[in-house]
């Protein structure tokens, strides 16, 4: 009953440019949609991390966290870069208040268009857990995403 989401956007970015961009976690705020703050856990390799997120919610519905583990690949001949996201609950206990999401999954395919122009897509899914009727957490995650795109595409255009 939960929807998946996948939104697509082109930036006048490269790769580098957006992986940047996702290693900056004190400026997720100000582009990803109800994030409070992303806290880097663990970076086993250059390639992977596993990071908390924590997302404030509208009232009545309580905030949310998620714990999830990344790993990055590149096809330097496409010059493609994917990043596979899971869940890492189970690898952290949850010591804060909010309602840990659960079977978090999702990918990043980021495509470069020519020297300057980048096509980022995401394609995720998440069960909020605790008490929230499906059609809201469904439309939230919508509208996050949505907003979340469009403040990406702003935020990667600003930082050149």
């Not at 400026?27 to 404030?56: G, N």
């Not at 330097?76 to 869940?87: F, H, Q, Y």
């Not at 899914?125 to 008490?131: S, T, V």
């Amino acid at each position: 009953g939960y929807k998946e989401v996948k939104a697509t956007v082109t930036a006048n970015a490269t790769i580098q440019d957006f992986l940047a961009l996702l290693d900056n976690t004190a400026i997720a705020p100000q582009w990803v949609d109800h994030c409070e703050k992303i806290e880097l856990l663990a970076m086993p390799s250059d390639y992977e991390r596993v990071v908390k997120t924590s997302f404030s919610a509208p009232w009545p519905v309580k905030d949310r966290e998620m714990v999830t583990y990344s790993l990055t690949q590149f096809d330097e001949v496409n010059n493609i870069a994917s990043i596979a996201i899971s869940d890492a609950s189970d690898n952290h206990p949850q010591t804060s208040s909010k309602i840990r999401m659960q079977g978090v999954k999702g990918k990043w395919t980021l495509i470069t268009l020519d020297a300057n122009s980048l096509s980022i897509t995401y394609e995720g899914y998440g069960e909020p857990a605790g008490k929230m009727p499906k059609w809201l957490a469904n439309r939230l995650v919508v509208t996050s995403t949505y907003k979340t795109f469009k403040n990406l595409r702003t935020t990667l255009e600003q930082v050149e």
